[in-house]
């Protein structure tokens, strides 16, 4: 192969598993600037743990690169594909914006299921309405998704009457019901007591071992060094350090991750 025809080729090869690209993304919210120019790349199956002080940018960076925020600036792109954004960095086209949040899914802090519908009826929700599968066939996948995460006999229950673990593992199943490329998970288990912490965890584990790509804010280091095969921390806006997770956790080189890692410790 002629050199130039090889270097092609290794170039479609890179943007074929690149998964999802931000580059110099900023976030301001009237006159407080939450994210000051951020980029980062993760590739299909990378498992991506963002990490940082309260404050520091993490869940909006997350919540821009599906959209939940509106960037003020920069450059989206998810699985070779550029969202379109005009010069105020709203979405040039809305369309778009459903279709690639059917390609990543979020899982949030506060579960976000809908309290008036069962199990079931939450993860059938969007592939049935948005995605238009056939009901039978979103309904087998349900029940295979929740016994996947240790929920088979809860198929009829409401979010209200489970415990804060058995709603986030159900919310993860809603997630995986839509075959994301990528998913983005905002603090999966801030919000739940600490006996409940490790039920999710082992699920998200699970599911990084199956090659998932997956962009992680989380504030459980030990699972980080874990699981994640790139480790970024965040602060006031910026990434002040990055890199695999035995460099980030054992040779932090910045003084404020020194700091940072010594008061969650």
């Not at 998964?19 to 991506?48: P, Q």
């Not at 965890?201 to 998932?212: K, N």
């Amino acid at each position: 192969m002629h050199p130039s025809a090889a270097a092609t080729s290794a170039a479609t090869e890179d943007a074929r598993e690149e998964a999802i690209r931000v580059t110099d993304l900023h976030k301001s919210f009237g006159s407080v600037e939450v994210l000051k120019g951020v980029s980062l790349t993760a590739n299909k199956g990378d498992v991506v743990a963002i990490i940082g002080g309260s404050g520091s940018g993490k869940s909006t960076m997350l919540r821009c690169i599906n959209f939940l925020e509106t960037p003020s600036s920069g450059q989206i792109v998810i699985g070779g594909e550029e969202i379109a954004m005009r010069a105020d960095g709203t979405a040039a086209n809305r369309r778009q914006i459903e279709r690639i949040r059917t390609r990543l899914a979020m899982v949030f802090q506060q579960f976000n299921l809908w309290t008036h519908r069962t199990l079931l009826e939450n993860i059938i929700e969007v592939p049935v309405h948005v995605l238009k599968t056939p009901r039978a066939e979103a309904v087998t996948r349900a029940r295979e998704l929740l016994a996947r995460v240790g929920m088979a006999e809860k198929e009829d229950a409401f979010p209200a009457f489970l415990s804060g673990g058995q709603q986030q593992r159900a919310a993860i199943a809603r997630a995986l019901a839509v075959d994301p490329s990528a998913m983005l998970f905002d603090e999966p288990t801030s919000a739940l007591d600490p006996e409940l912490v490790g039920e999710v965890l082992t699920v998200i584990r699970d599911l990084a071992a199956e090659g998932r790509t997956m962009l992680l804010v989380t504030h459980e280091m030990k699972f980080a060094r874990e699981v994640a095969n790139h480790v970024v921390y965040l602060f006031k806006g910026r990434i002040e350090e990055q890199g695999p997770p035995a460099e980030v956790f054992e040779n932090p080189k910045s003084e404020r991750l020194k700091q940072f890692l010594s008061s969650v410790s």
